[in-house]
């Protein structure tokens, strides 16, 4: 869990430093992949966090900014011999996402906005193994193993609860290019990250329930 509690914590630090004007989120985010990407990785449900930035010019419909974020996808305990000794480590197969957002307002109110939105964007899959106990020699391992360009379109409702703050419900279908990524089910145990290897497209929707601030 090191490297996904890591980026979870400089989400939320980028989450505070861009806070500067318009709008900022943070979502809980979940993810069904598509075709022979759910097929490889065995219907995992992909899960994670990421914070959003929407900049707009006043009276406008439209909205531009970005969207940044973590989902683990698999994630593992097991012992592994290191110079002959067994030692308990924490195994994880992750991806990030970097999306630009083009936002539309279809119905927008006091206290209540329809939207639809475009996105275009990457995503990168890291997979990592640290140890869990101290002094063991062992310093854990961390590979990337590919990005894909994605495109996607969606849509949402936010609902406002307070002066300036909006619950943020939404719904976006991306189709992604062919990328090599790695599922390793708990039943196995790897050897290296390089085992459990796939290649495919990258399509996925991806489902957020958020939380938005007016700046």
Known sequence: MKYFRLTILLL????????????????????TPISKFKKNIDESVPFGLSVN??????????????EIGVAMYSTNDYLLDHQGRDIEVNEED?????HGVVRYDLVRTD??????????????FFS??????????YSGEF???GTAFNTGFGSGIQRRIGSNIW???GANLHSGSKVDYRYMPESDQSVSLE???????SHYMGYRLGVSFDL
């Open 12 to 31: 939320f630090i980028s989450s505070i430093g861009i806070a500067q004007q318009n709008s900022f989120g943070v979502n809980i985010k979940a993810y």
């Open 53 to 66: 930035y929407l900049m707009s010019k006043e009276n406008s419909r439209y909205s531009l900014g970005g």
């Open 94 to 98: 992750c991806f990030w996402t970097v």
């Open 111 to 124: 206290n209540l906005v329809v939207y639809a939105e475009a996105r275009a964007g990457l995503t990168t």
């Open 128 to 137: 990592s193994t640290v140890p869990l106990e101290s002094d063991t020699g």
């Open 143 to 145: 590979e990337f193993h």
């Open 167 to 169: 619950i943020n419900v």
């Open 195 to 201: 085992d459990g290897q796939y290649q495919s497209l």
